[in-house]
């Protein structure tokens, strides 16, 4: 039966998978690693140990699962450019993409807002601990937010979308896609690995249709943002100064 097989090597299919699961389980582990947080919680408080872990995490996701793999795929993948991975402005498809953002961002805020309000959730939002949080704190929340959703979004919605789409047809690679947006969910709980089903597959729709990662992009972070700070109002453990 092996005998049947089609063992030809396709660099186009092999590597953005590859790049893909080794930038979310670099960035992953990282994240997670406990050497890593008790550094920060060496030489500062409870809430600047939270505050410099965080957004530590954050930027770490921007260059594992964003700067490291679009440049490694723009040196060897052939003929492919920082424009084919969705990474450029298409004056074409600009108005169509703010149609959509704002049509997306219209029901996802108050939906997430509600959500955002809920005791599970807010076990786990703001992911800075701080207890107290200033307008130069929120700054900052905002712009760690940005940044990782810009290295999160780069990488599957550019680095593991075109390329596959171009090699394996729209449908096959939004397929596998899906499969590994969601998987990056679970550790989040069912909620959002199922959620992460029909948005995932949303924004492949959108991505693929402008040529660009921004609608993906913009719509993940206003998600962020009102969930980050719908939470921060409700949580009582923590003010605003």
């Not at 872990?53 to 040196?75: A, T």
């Amino acid at each position: 039966m092996s005998d049947d097989l089609n063992w030809t090597f396709n660099s186009i299919t092999f590597l953005p998978i590859c790049l893909a699961l080794f930038g979310f389980i670099t960035y992953w582990f990282s994240s997670k690693s406990s050497k890593i947080k008790l550094l920060f919680e060496k030489n500062n408080n409870a809430d600047e140990a939270s505050i410099k872990h965080i957004l530590f995490c954050k930027f770490s996701g921007l260059f594992w699962m964003g700067i490291v793999p679009i440049i490694l795929s723009v040196c060897f993948l052939k003929d492919y450019k920082f424009a084919d991975f969705g990474l450029y402005i298409n004056g074409e498809t600009s108005l169509l993409s703010l149609y959509w953002i704002i049509g997306l961002s219209v029901p996802i805020v108050p939906l997430v807002s509600y959500s955002a309000r809920q005791e599970k959730n807010l076990k786990n939002y703001p992911q800075i601990r701080a207890k107290v949080w200033s307008k130069n704190l929120k700054l900052k929340n905002a712009i760690g937010w940005a940044a990782y959703l810009f290295g999160y979004e780069l990488l599957f919605r550019g680095v593991l979308l075109f390329p596959l789409a171009d090699e394996l047809g729209v449908w096959t690679a939004i397929a596998i896609n899906i499969a590994l947006y969601s998987a990056t969910h679970i550790p989040k709980g069912l909620d959002e690995t199922i959620g992460a089903i029909p948005l995932g597959l949303v924004l492949c729709i959108l991505t693929i249709y402008t040529d660009t990662i921004w609608i993906a992009f913009i719509v993940h972070v206003v998600m962020a943002w009102t969930n980050t700070f719908t939470a921060l109002r409700f949580n009582p453990e923590m003010k605003e100064n």
